[in-house]
RNA sequence: GCGAACGUAGCUCAGUUGGUUAGAGCAUCGGGUUGUGGUUCCGAGGGUCGUGGGUUCAAUUCCCAUCGUUCGCC
């Protein structure tokens, strides 16, 4: 069988783990590092795929849960596959939903929240917003829809069919997501559980490459997804595992803070295979994250953070973050950010913006999401390029000194 | 001119049979958001309860006067 994703590797970055390469897709190929823009329910929050691809998105992820809910996998697959659903013709990721089935019903219940260091207790026990359960067992999972409470049930080898049938390029295992703050014992059986369904995802999603095969379809490619919360044992283990399998990459899954990057991230990719990709799965809210990641050996990355804070009013500029909301903008007739090349800072003002955030206008959400979503997708752009002309370093330390000021010092040492 | 109702936060209004620091929604101001939560979450500021008297231990509340608004009648 021929190869659903080809990764090579173009330069390394002597003392780190940071490389570039190009990852070939049936759908084309993507330039790495690369920032991968969330399009969780198969469209990019308020942005035509044209306004994507000008931005300079090369790749997008959706969410295979998401997607099972509405408006279904037969739905999709009888559109032709995502690419046509959505008319994006570029490389799609699946994330598989595992996440969500953990997070979302939780996350929607006030006071608790899945992704928070402040969650407490056993995650494979999480209530549900309805007061139901999501139950973990070797199996599978039972939980509720965040829609409607209705009750489901996904096993790894149903992620598989459900990712198949959308048809994104790149797939990622179903894992079991845990809390940072679960106890040793629980992330030890969480991460076998995953290692579990790792290997009954790669079965049944080789006899569904198969099938494409026989008539002649692409290949889709699928990811193993590395957990272990912030147990340095635990993380070696599970990429030592995931290794051996006949993975096209790898996702890490379950790092929360951009301290996490020079220990986790590391642990791991010292361990995984040199020749093959590596997602960070939901990391990328700030820049601090892209920096670390790349240089510990992430080549990409996916987070939904650039376009929910814009259209919540929270803008990057290479000085820090801004609230356009704030009243002091209402009168500053500059760009968001002077030195953005954007389509929203070479054509409008902050006071516009600041106007239809308060105007309640549906344009500015399109032109914020546009902003930071280039600004974080230019920002490893920029990254990929400091790699390739060996001043990584240099860049690393004139861009977080200048975005977060003392700050930065965290992140250089 | 006569009668009635109403004047409480920037706006629209609750409330008090007289009793701690008078509330809400919206608006204003600030913050949060990392495998997706646009229309959200968290927090803050803001009122001598129209004005002036009276009764009372205590008045935004009861009484009187006055100013204003609205409605009805002549």
Redesign the pocket.
Known sequence: MKKALEFSIKKRLSGSLARTGVIKTPHGDIQTPAFIV????AT???LTPEQVIELGGQSI?V?A??LMLRPGAEIIKAAGGVHKFMNFHGPIFT??G???VF??GM??K?GI?A??HSQKGDPSQAVHSTGQLTKVTDEGVHFRS?LDGSKLFMTPEMSMELQHDIGSDIH????E?TSPLAGREYIEKAMNRTHSWAGRCLNRHKELNEEHESRGENLQALFG?V?GAREEDYRKKSAAFLSGLDFDGF?I??V???GEVPSTVRWINETLPEDKPRHL??????PA?LFLGVEYGIDTF????????A????LYTYDG?I?I????F?TDFGPIDRDCGCYACKNFTRAYVNHLF?S?E?LG?TLASIHNEYFIVHTVDTIRNSIENGRFFEHKKEFLERYYGEAAQLFLY
Do not use: W
């Not at 990622?172 to 894992?175: A, N, R, T, V, W």
């Not at 996916?302 to 804070?309: H, I, L």
């Open positions: 969330g399009g969780t329910k990019v929050k308020t992820l969410n849960y998401h994330d598989s595992g996440f969500q997070s979302l996350a929607y006030k929240d992704t928070s965040h990622m295992c179903f894992d997501l997804v957990q996702g899954g379950g929360f803070e951009p799965l939901g990391m990328g809210a700030q994250d996916d987070c939904v953070a650039p376009t929910r804070q259209r919540n009013g929270a973050r609230n909301k704030n009243s002091n209402s308060k309640e549906i959400l």
